[in-house]
């Protein structure tokens, strides 16, 4: 059979561009368009500052400590908030992966995805709040007192507000990494002698080392980006003053979109400096699979 007489369909196939590669296309038309485009315009956008010098807006924000210390705001909030949940996520995770009921409790325990930040902050205002249920039975307890007990509009509120829903999805992706390592590993080390703190070291960190890193991250930029908890449960000019709010300050507050737009890279590098640091730290305890697959 001559080389024109090869179906089209059959060419695509036989160069790897078959009808499921070809189904890949949608999706990268929709990244170009919802990511790459708008980070590439952003970034340009920073370079052009009103007063013309190409790194203004850089060294602006880095010459005023009121714009380079939400760096540290920022950070000092998502760290210890990522830190948290995923140390907690992880002995929820092993408990719940042997529960008859795991469904159940799975679905309850990520009901506060559904719910929203908005929604999560409005609920803590009522509760936490100086007349809310919380410090009223504190009152009556005689534990404290709603002007000694501030649990909202300070760094505490916005903490607790990023662990709640921040939580759920540390969990869910942690849960998925604990149910993927075969029981029998565990089993073989209790036969011979380990005990539950020595598997967990030799066994399961290994092999969850890889998953941990990749869920630290993603629940890292999560926190990273918070913005209606800070403004609603915080101290939006003082201390969760963090760096979303000053791109968003500097954009429809300042109509500077050129420097909300530099804000905005500098988040995106600390990021990323921070994701580039956990990975390739993530080979220090395991350089194999992401986790042991079952069977």
């Known amino acids: 059979m001559s080389g024109s007489a090869i179906p089209f369909r059959v060419r695509l196939a036989a160069s790897g561009l078959d009808g499921v590669t070809l189904l890949v296309i949608p999706a990268m038309v929709l990244i170009l368009a919802l990511f790459v485009y708008p980070f590439s315009y952003g ?4 370079f052009h500052p009103k007063d013309g010098s190409f790194l203004g807006n850089y060294g602006h924000f880095f010459s005023d400590p009121f714009l380079y210390g939400t760096i540290y705001t920022t950070l000092a909030l998502a760290l210890p908030v990522t830190l948290l949940n995923l140390v907690a996520a992880v002995p929820v ?7 008859r009921h795991q469904r159940l409790i799975t679905t309850i325990l990520v009901l506060p995805i559904t719910l929203g930040t908005v929604l999560v902050a409005e609920g803590m205002l009522n509760y936490f709040g100086p007349q809310g249920w919380f410090i009223r039975t504190l009152s009556i307890l005689g534990l404290g007192s709603p002007a000694s007990i501030k649990l909202v509009h300070n760094y505490w509120g916005v903490f607790l507000s990023l662990v709640i829903t921040g939580f759920p999805f540390t969990f869910l992706l942690t849960l998925s990494y604990v149910s993927g390592i075969d029981v029998a590993l565990e089993n073989a080390a209790a036969t011979l002698g380990a005990r539950s703190a020595a598997r967990f070291r030799t066994i399961f960190l290994p092999l969850l080392a890889p998953g941990l890193a990749i869920t630290f991250c993603l629940s890292f930029v ?3 980006s918070v913005f209606p908890s800070a403004v609603l449960l915080g101290a ?3 201390p969760t003053r963090v760096i979303s709010i000053a791109a968003y300050e500097a ?9 909300a737009s530099a804000i905005a890279m500098v988040m995106g590098a600390v990021q990323l400096v921070v994701v580039v640091g956990v990975l390739m730290s993530r080979s220090l305890f395991y350089r194999g699979p992401a986790a042991g697959a079952k069977g």
């Open 93 to 99: 995770a092993f408990r719940i992966r042997r529960m």
């Open 251 to 259: 954009a429809f507050e300042q109509y500077d979109y050129s420097l």
């Open 222 to 224: 999560q926190a990273y």
């Open 236 to 238: 939006p000019a003082g």
């Open 43 to 46: 970034l340009i956008l920073s």
